[in-house]
C-alpha cells in the first residue's frame, strides 16, 4: 500500500516535468517561428547539452547521498588537461598520422578517465573516511585540482588534437550527433545502477538516513567512495566531449556549469537533503534547461542575464518544491487523522 | 599551559605561518621588511573584512557565496551614483553601499529563514540574481582610474604610517586597517558580549535547542545574513578605493577563496564553532600566499594548488578529530 502511494508521488512530479517541458517546446514553436523547430536546431542542441548534462548527472548521484560534488569542473578540466597533454606531446612527430593516432587518442581517455576517477576516489575518501563535510572536502579540492591544472599549463590552453579525437564533439552516427549518444549510454547507465542495482538501493539509504544504514549493516563509507567515483568518471567522460568540441583544455572552460548542474538536479526533483531522485527526472530537466538556454541564445540575451535567470529560476524551484512537499506532509496528517477517525 | 596551546587549531596556524616566513626570508630578503608586510595588510584587508561576514554565517550553520556579488553591487553603485550627482563624499560612499548590502542581504535572509531552503544552494541562486540584476539593469560600463570620484582615490592610498625605504622611495601603511579593525571588533563584540552572538552560536550548534530556549531563528538569520550583506558594503567600498577602477564582473568567483580562508581557520560548516583569531590566521595564511610565492621564484600559477593542499589538509585535521570523538561519545552521524 505505501509502496504504490510512493509511486505515485514520484509519478506527479515525473508527469509535472514532462508537461513543462512539452509546454516550453510548444509555446518556444510559436514564439520562434522558423527558427526554433528545425532539425538543425535540435541538432546543433544535441551537441551542446551532452556536456553539462553528465555534470548534472554527476551532481544528481552525489546529492542523493546527501552530499554534493563542487568539485566537477575542476575534475573535468584537470582530466581534459591531462588527455590534451598526452594527445599533443606523443602526436607532434608523427602529425597527426592516422595508424598510431588512435592508439594515442585511446592512451589519452583511458588515462583521463583514471585521473577522473582518482579524483573522485580523494573525494570520497575525504568525506567518508576522515569525516569532512562534503561541501568543505569538495571545494578543497576544487581549489586543488584547478591548482594543479593551472600550475602545470600556467593557465594556458592546450591546442591541437588528432581528427579521430574531434569526432567524439563533432562527429554523427547517422542522424545522431556522438556527444548525444554517450550521454545517452550513460544515462542508461547510471539509472540501471540506481534502480536495478544493490548499490543503487543502498546510496538512496545512505542518503536518506546514513545512521540507519550504517545499523541496518551498510558499508556506508564503500557506498561514498563508489559514489564520488562514478560522479568524478561522469565528470572526465564530459570533459572529453568538452575538450572535442573546443579543441582545446583549459583551466577555467565550464565555469558556469556549476550553477547549471545544481539547478537542473533540483528542477528535476532531487532533494538536496538527500535520499530522493530520478534519472529521468534529471534528463527532463537538462532538456528543458537547454531549451530555454537555445531561445535566450535565439532573443539574443547576455551571459549575465541568463544567470539571472537561472539564479531565480533555481530559487523559485526551491520554493515552489518547498511548498508542495508541506502541502503533501499536510494531506498526508489529514489523511492519517481521517482514518483513525473512521477506525 | 602548553598542553592547552597545543590542542589550539589557532597555535598550529601560527606555526604554520612562522614556518614559512623562515622558509621565505632564507630564500629573498625582502619578505622580512615593513614594506612587503604593509603591502600584505592592504591586499588582504578586504578579504579580512569579507571573512568575518563569513565566519558569522557558518557559526549560525549556514553558509553565504552571494557576498561577492552583494560587494561589488554596492561599490558598482556607489560610484556611479556619487559620479552621477557629484557629492564626492566618502561618507556617502559607505552609506549607499551599506545599505545596498544590508537590503541584498536580507533578501537572502528572508529566502533562507522563512522557505528553510539549503543556504549553499539558495546563496548561489542569489549570486547569480543579484550579480545579473546589476549587470543587467544597472550597466556593464567599466569606471577607469580618471574617472574615478577623487573621494575614492584619497581613500585608496591614504596612509596611516609613512615610511621610507633604502632607496629613499616613501611607503605606508594603508588606512584600509581602519574598517578592518573596526570590523573584526565590531564582530567581536556581537560574538563575545551580546544576546545576538549566543544566538549565533546556539542556533548553529543545535537549531531545536536554540529554539527551545527560546531565541526567535527567524530574527537571527535575518541579522546574520544582513550583517554578511552589510560587510560586503563596507568590502564594495575599500575594493573600489584599491584597485581604483571598477568593473561589474570583478570580484566574482573570489567567493569560494574567501570562505577557503575562514574554513583553515578552523571554523566548522556545520556551525556552532569558530573563532575570530582562528579566521585572520585563515585569511593571513591564503593573502601571504597569494602575494609572496612569487618571491620563492614559483609563478601565481601555483597560488591554487598550495592553497588547496593547505584546506584539504587543514580540514581534514579538524574533521578527523571531530569524527573520533563523535565515536568515541557513539555518535554516528557522518
Redesign the interface.
Known sequence: MSDRKLFKTVDTKIWILAVIMIGVIIVLTFVLPGNFLTLRNFQSMAYQFPEFGLLALAMTIAMITGG?D?SVIATANLTGIIAAMIMTNYLKAENAGDPAAISVVVLAIFAALIAAAICGLLNGV?I?L????P???T??????????G??I???IGVVGFPDSFLEIGAGKIYLFPVPLLIFTGCALVISFILNKTSFGLKLYLVGAN??AS??SGIN?RIV?VNTYMITGLLAGVSSMIMISRFNSAKVGYG?TY??QA??VA?LGGID??GGYGKVSGVVMGIIILQVLQNAFTLFGF?P?????????M??LV??IN?GTSRYQERSKILRMTDQEVAD | MLDKLLKKHETYLFLIIIAYAVIVTSVNRSFMTFENLFDILRSGAGMGILAMGVLVALLSGGIDVSFTAVAISGGYIAVRVIMATGVDNLFVAFVISCSIGIFLGLINGLIISYFKLPTLIATLGTLNVFHGALTTFVGTESVNARQMPSCFVHFGSAKIITLANDQGSIYGLSVFVIPLIAVIVMTWFILRFTMLGRGIYAIGSNRESAKRAGFNITALQLFVYSYVGFLAGIMGVVFVSEVRWVNPVTLIGTELTVIAAVVIGGTKLTGGSGTILGTLLGVAIVTVLYNTLVLLGLSAAWNNFFVGIIIIISIGITSYRNKIKNRKSLSFKT
Do not use: E, H, Q, R
Not at chain 1, 571545494?139 to 594543479?148: A, P, R
Open positions: 554534493i563542487l575525504l567518508s576522515v569525516g569532512v563535510p561541501i568543505l572536502a571545494l578543497g579540492t576544487m581549489i586543488f585540482y584547478s591548482g594543479i593551472m600550475a599549463t600556467t593557465g546514513p545512521t550504517l545499523f556506508n561514498i565555469d556549476l550553477l545544481i539547478l533540483v538536496p537533503y547576455t549575465y542575464a541568463k544567470g539571472f535567470i537561472w539564479g531565480l533555481l530559487i526551491m520554493i518547498f
